[in-house]
């Protein structure tokens, strides 16, 4: 056994046995819980013996309370920080409007026209789809501000379209936000967007913001509260009266999609393809790759959910084979962030299979796509680290200067 191996089952008997010590449970009772001897326990806290069973890693994460990849993967230098951030949550937090709203004599500005808003939400949701993420942070707060002043300034009968704009707005922000690493503003973000569209009366809106809610949910490793709200939302919209217009479809396949993602968080495998199979046959009856409410929903997302379940299940080899097997061109031009979600989640199975080469390159046509994805994503930084702690430069000469790039090495 390497240096570097050693190492590696230290760091995560130490995160064992501190994990443990937090819950307040002996080594005995957590041997107990999942079902090894107190002297097994013992030496994999000590990094003496490798916990390479899936079920046990299932199970003492579990006991422990903690995420699977906390556990299992190496720790990280600090994300790369999203500048924007602050300036998002200023906007935030501002409340422009409300002293009009509570006395209209008192008008705090004049708002937007609806032409601009419109504009601005379409420029922002193709930057975001783009992952121009910088970009999307310095239009972002201005929107926020606009469509907050707007939604409290308009008249009753422009109410209706201003909260779904309002909606709309922090439909985008909730995404963007949980993309860069900021997912307890992005929850914030995604309730505004939900009692927006309830004020808008607008209850295709309203899953929308079930579908981008269930997604941040899943960030804050709430897998369970992620499925309850769109397994309900699915079921609601199933149950109305529009609900196989296109949109509509697109919107419930998105939803089914949500629940791939927090089922393989679960690592429930069953569950998994149970939402692939009702996702792909929703895919089936549209008939086409679509767009709407920027989900990007069709057959194709489908199958890049199916490539990253299998990469989060630990099936390498069905990762592999799926990716490998997707036609990306048939992608609108604009979805750049699901063209690299593919190179991320293949360069991430080709690690597991020790195929570092490949992996790097995988990683570094993500980056030539978007390498604000590589840059603010937890999971490639992730990845990066693992690869620089067996690094063999003869075989990856560019990982160094990637990781560089991405603010690691």
């Not at 556990?71 to 920080?81: F, G, V, Y």
């Not at 310095?138 to 779904?164: D, F, H, N």
């Not at 809106?205 to 309900?232: H, I, Q």
Request: aromatic content about 4%; proline content about 3%.
């Amino acid at each position: 056994m390497d240096a570097r191996r050693d190492t590696a089952l230290e760091e995560i008997g130490q995160r064992i046995a501190r994990a443990r010590r937090r819950r307040g449970l002996s080594q005995s009772v957590l041997a107990g819980l999942i079902g090894r001897s107190e002297s097994w326990l013992s030496q994999v806290e000590r990094g003496q013996r490798a916990v390479d069973s899936h079920s046990v890693i299932t199970a003492l994460c579990e006991s422990l309370n903690m995420a699977v990849k906390d556990l299992i993967i190496a720790k990280t230098d600090a994300m790369t920080h999203y500048s924007a951030a602050s300036t998002v949550r200023r906007a935030m937090m501002d409340y422009d409007g409300l002293s009009s709203l509570i006395d209209p004599r008192r008008a705090e500005g004049s708002p937007e026209s609806l032409t601009w808003l419109r504009h601005e939400i379409r420029q922002v949701n193709r930057l975001y789809q783009a992952t121009r993420y910088d970009e999307v942070g310095k239009r972002l707060p201005g929107l926020i501000i606009a469509t907050e002043l707007g939604s409290r300034q308009a008249s009753a009968r422009q109410q209706r379209i201003y909260q779904t704009l309002r909606s709309l707005t922090y439909h985008c922000a909730a995404t963007t936000l949980r993309r860069v690493g900021e997912p307890d503003l992005a929850w914030l973000a995604a309730d505004r967007s939900m009692a927006a569209a309830e004020e808008a009366g607008r209850p295709l809106l309203a899953a929308v913001s079930a579908y981008r809610l269930g997604y941040v949910f899943v960030r804050l490793r709430e897998p369970d509260k992620a499925l309850r709200l769109v397994l309900r939302t699915a079921e609601a919209l199933r149950r109305s009266a529009r609900h196989s217009d296109p949109q509509s479809l697109s919107v419930l396949g998105a939803l089914h999609l949500v629940a791939v993602t927090a089922a393989a968080a679960r690592h429930d495998q069953a569950a998994v393809s149970a939402f692939l199979s009702q996702a792909r046959h929703v895919a089936e009856r549209l008939g086409e790759d679509r767009n709407d409410f920027w989900t990007a929903f069709g057959p194709t997302n489908v199958t890049i959910h199916e490539v990253s379940a299998a990469v989060e299940s630990g099936n390498a080899r069905q990762a592999v084979t799926r990716g490998e097997s997707i036609d990306l061109g048939v992608l609108g031009p604009g979805l750049v962030g699901r063209r690299a979600q593919v190179h991320l989640d293949l360069a991430r199975a080709y690690t597991v299979q020790r195929k570092d080469a490949a992996s790097v390159n995988m990683l570094l046509e993500a980056e030539r796509l978007s390498p604000e994805l590589v840059r603010y994503g937890a999971r490639p930084r992730e990845l990066l680290t693992q690869l620089l702690k067996r690094e063999h430069r003869a075989s990856t000469p560019q990982l160094r200067a990637l990781a560089m790039r991405a603010g690691i090495a």
